[in-house]
């Protein structure tokens, strides 16, 4: 059973930074790629960035490219998402996800949700 747990997540000021965790566990992740999604209040949920655990690919939306970046660490199990530069329409509760590397698998493990919320 893959378990994420977020954190990191608060009220910062329009131009700030955040740097939300993703704590993974229940599996060994060498094969898996892991993400970070995010959803605004009355909007659908959004792709923001994902990394491959094995080769470390990153890949963003292009609304956060250039401002957010997304690390791994093997050692703790543990997924990052450095945020910099924030706008108030970062503001959304960021969620992370997990899923086989496999081409065309399906985000199948989310965690609860970290609110971040940038004001201007």
């Known amino acids: 059973q893959v378990q994420l747990v977020e954190s990191g997540g608060g009220l910062v000021q329009a131009g700030g930074s955040l740097r939300l965790s993703c704590a993974a566990s229940?599996?060994?992740?060498?094969?898996?790629?892991m993400g970070w999604f995010r959803q605004a209040p009355g909007k659908e949920r959004e792709f923001v960035a994902s990394?491959?655990?094995?080769?470390?690919?990153?890949y963003y939306a292009d609304s956060v490219k250039g401002r957010f970046t997304i690390s791994r660490d093997n050692a703790k199990n543990t997924m990052y998402l450095q945020m910099n530069s924030l706008k108030p329409e970062d503001t959304a509760v960021y969620y992370c996800?997990?899923?086989?590397?496999?081409?065309?698998?399906?985000?199948?493990?989310w965690g609860q949700g970290t609110q971040v919320t940038v004001s201007s």
């Open positions: 990394i491959y655990w094995s080769t470390d690919n990153t």
């Open positions: 229940g599996r060994t992740f060498s094969s898996y790629a």
């Open positions: 996800a997990a899923r086989n590397a496999i081409v065309g698998s399906r985000w199948g493990d």
